[in-house]
């Protein structure tokens, strides 16, 4: 190994400045200073003198973007500040009343929106410590993301040292590819034999997620920065004013944007992007509108998934026109009959379309649908399939009219349709797809998470009558998996591996896994917080459940119908003789909840404990933490410094106490 003089020292260090440089000039100015063999002369001396002096080698260094290993599956991380997801306006009037709501919001108040594109990508989260990037992670379900910092490393337009930064700064962006480079890619993987991209957004999530950051750094990813979530040693007034201070520190920022004092302004910057779409060179599928002020975003507050603040002003959808070949009826995990329309394959927005959800009959009598038919078909969202419309000028007297069955296609068993309801059911409750339905939701990701159990194995264990539910999956032997089809002696130990693994999921996802009619995972989690255990979750009554924060009375009766059932109740018992723990929800408090039906808003620096500490503690005793102050909260927690939410609360005479007051009802004082 060489001798590292203090001359070679300072020399790796310049070329390390001297290629951040030249890499933000390409990269996120768009305005290269050097040539390409240039920047390569640069960057070979750079790796020669680390290869001969390992210890120059930093993390952030250059050489350093591709320089993990790869890894078997990604960790999991919790977003400091949710991720929301934001409501969309499909039309002039719908923007109108967003823009009036936020209005009122603010009682009358002026407020300013700043409109943006809205890109079609991946949204992720980069966390810095002291100006080093130290996290990147995936939105996932807003609370909670997936850990892809090696991936995101590679994006060489995402700084990793920061010249000038807070001592912490949560940076939320867009990874996405541009349209020609996206063309490129997919050209590239068909010389090389490999399946293409179906469209831009697919190709970068496909890209990001890879267990193998190499491959990553080889696909075209770029990223925009929108936003902040937690910052320590900084302060902005304004979403501009955020936007600015990335910009200062050397992140790539959305563009074009626009300051809009008022609703003709907006609605003139979606007409010239939507004019101009075909022009820029990413997918964006509308304008996004954010309320300038941050102290007006904060009175506006949040819903439980998205920013009252902020809306999607959605283009329309692109359309195309094809023919229905034929309408057949699929049968899902609950039941439900759905008409699908198989379609002559036609390709809309890079996509190719052969299928599209008809709803129910209700839906296709009022389009009047038939086989044969031309129609109009656009990808809801830029997304999912749906017919618009028919073509009835192209009618040739030949399309036949379609009726649901009385009949389930699969089984056979009498489809019924209850009253008040527009889909029709499958009242067997063995029924093949039924089974295969309410299999494959229990095993997929966000329930019980059975890695290895896909559609095809669960296509042969229902029809070889192993399994009839998913209670089944875990009787399942080593032998009767061998004897499957594509199951060799280690894919049938890994199956039986995975099973084991899933029986210590946490209650939230157990409830979720059971497949209750309109129970996501967010209502389970919301379940599992409030009753702590599936014996006080089974029996509460409708009341009690329509009690619940955020449970109505038509998810209440739902619940209460699915385990006023014998057959759950008895798959319940056979999940549990099979090993399935359905954990208490765990909490501090031992015996009753001290704070159930109670919601606290907290507000201002607190001294014994950080904010989500303060949080996590009242979920643990029941209770729920709000980030908006509203006429339901019941108390406001209020440390130094407290702001525009102290008050509100004061305005709507909700009940206000110091943190060392929160302090004693944790032990059990009155406040």
């Known amino acids: ?39 390569d002369r640069l960057f070979d001396r750079l790796a020669e003198l680390e290869r001969q002096h390992p210890e120059l080698v930093t993390p952030d260094s250059p050489t350093q973007r591709v320089g993990a290993q790869p890894v078997e599956a990604f960790g999991t991380v919790r977003h400091s500040l949710p991720m929301l997801s934001l409501d969309k306006a499909t ?109 831009p957004r697919n190709a970068a999530a496909g890209s990001l997620r890879q267990l193998d950051p190499r491959i990553t750094a080889s696909r075209p990813l770029q990223i925009f920065l929108y936003g902040l979530g937690v910052v320590e040693g900084a302060a902005c007034e304004t979403y501009d004013g955020e936007l600015q201070l990335l910009d200062a520190l050397g992140f790539r920022v959305v563009r074009p944007r626009r300051l809009c004092p008022s609703i003709g302004e907006t609605a003139a910057f979606w007409r010239e992007m939507n004019e101009g779409r ?103 969202g830029d997304v999912i399939p749906e017919v618009v419309s028919v073509v009835t000028e192209k009618r040739t007297g030949r399309e036949k009219k379609f009726t649901m069955p009385s009949a389930c296609p699969v089984c056979g068993a009498k489809a019924e349709r209850p009253e008040g309801e527009v889909v029709a059911r499958c009242i067997n409750f063995a029924c093949p797809a039924q089974v295969k339905g309410r299999v494959e939701h229990f095993a997929c990701r966000g329930a019980m998470d059975v890695e290895g159990l896909g559609t095809k194995l669960v296509d042969q264990l229902v029809e070889k009558g192993l399994v009839r539910s998913p209670a089944d999956l875990y009787f399942l032997t080593h032998e009767q998996l061998a004897g499957l089809e594509r199951m060799a002696e280690k894919s049938a130990q890994n199956l039986l591996d995975a099973l084991e693994a899933s029986k210590s999921r946490p209650l939230a996802r157990c409830i979720f896994a059971l497949g209750i009619r309109h129970v996501g995972e967010h209502v389970a989690d919301v379940l599992a917080q409030e009753f702590g255990s599936i014996e006080a979750l089974v029996e509460a009554d409708e009341e009690r459940l329509a009690s619940t924060f955020e449970i109505g009375p038509t998810l209440a009766a739902a619940i209460r119908q699915f385990f006023a059932n014998p057959e759950n109740l008895a798959a319940i018992e056979r999940l549990r003789h099979g090993g399935v723990q359905f954990p208490p929800c765990r909490r501090a408090v031992p015996g009753p909840l001290p704070f159930a039906g109670k919601t ?37 927690v209020a440390g130094e410094a407290a702001g525009s939410k102290l008050d509100k609360a004061r305005q709507l005479g909700v009940k206000v106490i110091t943190e060392n007051e929160f302090r004693a009802m944790l032990g059990g004082g009155a406040p």
Not at 5 to 20: K, S
């Open 1 to 39: 190994m060489a001798h590292t003089t203090p001359e070679v020292r300072r020399e790796a260090e310049r070329l390390r400045r001297e290629i951040e440089h030249h890499n933000h000039c390409y990269y996120v100015l768009d305005k290269p200073e050097i040539s390409d063999a240039a920047y």
């Open 91 to 199: 039309s002039q009037a719908e923007l109108a009343e967003w823009w009036k709501r936020t209005s009122d919001g603010l009682g009358g108040e002026p407020f300013e929106a700043v409109a943006e594109p809205k890109l079609d990508g991946l949204a992720v989260e980069l966390v810095y410590e002291d100006g080093r990037l130290v996290l990147g992670a995936t939105r996932g379900d807003g609370e909670t993301g997936e850990d892809v910092t090696q991936n995101l490393r590679t994006i060489r337009s995402i700084p990793l040292q920061l010249a000038s930064a807070p001592a912490r700064l949560e940076a939320r962006g867009e990874v996405y590819i541009e349209k020609q480079r996206f063309a490129e890619l997919n050209r590239r993987l068909e010389e090389a034999g490999e399946e293409p991209f179906a469209n």
């Open 278 to 380: 075909e022009r820029m060179p990413f997918e964006m599928d509308g304008v996004v509108l954010k309320v300038n002020r941050l102290d007006q975003q904060e009175r506006l507050g949040v819903r439980s998934r998205s920013p009252r603040y902020s809306v999607a002003y959605k283009f329309a959808p692109r359309q195309a026109t094809t023919v229905v070949r034929d309408i057949e009826v699929q049968v899902g995990r609950t039941g439900a009959l759905t008409p699908v329309a198989r379609l002559e394959p036609v390709r809309v927005g890079g996509v190719e379309i052969s299928n599209a959800t008809l709803h129910n009959q209700d839906e296709i009598d009022r389009k009047d649908i038939r086989i044969g038919d031309t129609v109009v078909v656009q990808r809801a």
């Open 600 to 636: 606290f808003v907290f507000t201002g620096a607190l001294q014994h404990s950080t904010r989500e500490e303060a949080e996590a503690l009242v979920k643990e005793r029941g209770g729920r933490a709000a980030g908006s102050v509203s006429k339901k909260t019941d108390f406001v």
